[in-house]
């Protein structure tokens, strides 16, 4: 297996400098892949690196959102992304027609869309967020309503960080969502030690017992920081060889080994040497809606990161 990953490996690295080709990892992604990424982040690391590649070509290692925002910043670069069934189950909880329809019922409302969602729905958005920046985001608008689509659990945390009144839309994480409290407090039992951080698409009675609400990456800068030598992490298991690999010394307890998104699973490096090689399956958003979801993602570059 090792053996087969090393030759795997060899090829992509080879084929990439060939295809003049950037290979994008998200921190939940297989270990084989986070070794040979030439950036590996969370969405809002993700979108900037895309952004600012002189690369002709990103393989996006992560779900379909992702490769259509890197696509959507960068109209002139193929974007592939090497198993178009790696979508996500909550971008999907939203349509652009029902957000439409929303919209109509809440005539000046501006729109925060997390970035978790199809380039359709940005394109009828205001402003896109990520986990990194969804309450800085949410203060830089001047409106005091907003309607935050499609994760409530993160519009719910936004909302008790903020005096805005943020009017919810009923999408969540199905691998979030399922993190319990008493996970926790079982955890927290045997590890009286530990910090506790979780992932803002949990939910608010998962929060509510955390010491850290960060995204992916901001979850990798505090187990580099703190001083705590055991840290309880709520999110998807991905993450743990990441936070391994870089802090070899701690200790990282998963809240659940359940917490696994088999969308981010669906690519491995077999997936990513053919998709070299065919330069296939590649990701392209219409012009029109580009153009507009563009205006969404661009506005929440400019303001940059919380955590
Ligand atoms: P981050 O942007 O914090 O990495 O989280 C994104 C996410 O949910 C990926 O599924
Ligand atoms: Fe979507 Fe959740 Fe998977 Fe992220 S972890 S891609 S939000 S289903």
Known sequence: M????????????????QKNAVILV???QLGELQ???DFIGDSLGLSQNAAQTDARVIVFCGVHFMAETASILCPDKTVLLPDLDAGCPMADMITAEQLRQKKSQLPGVPVVCYINSSAEVKAESDICCTSANAIKVVESLEAKEILFVPDQYLGHYVATKTNKKIILWPGFCPPHARIQPEDITRLKEAYPQAKVMVHPECTPAVIALADEVLSTSGMCRFARETKAKEIIVGT???IIYRLKKENPTKRFIPISEQVICPHMKLINLEKVLWSLQEMSPEIKVPEATRRRAKAAVDRMLAIGRQD
């Open 2 to 17: 090792a053996n087969r990953n090393a030759e795997l490996s060899d090829k992509i690295l080879s084929l990439k400098k």
């Open 26 to 28: 998200h921190n939940y």
């Open 35 to 37: 070794d040979i990424a």
């Open 236 to 238: 998807e298991v991905g």
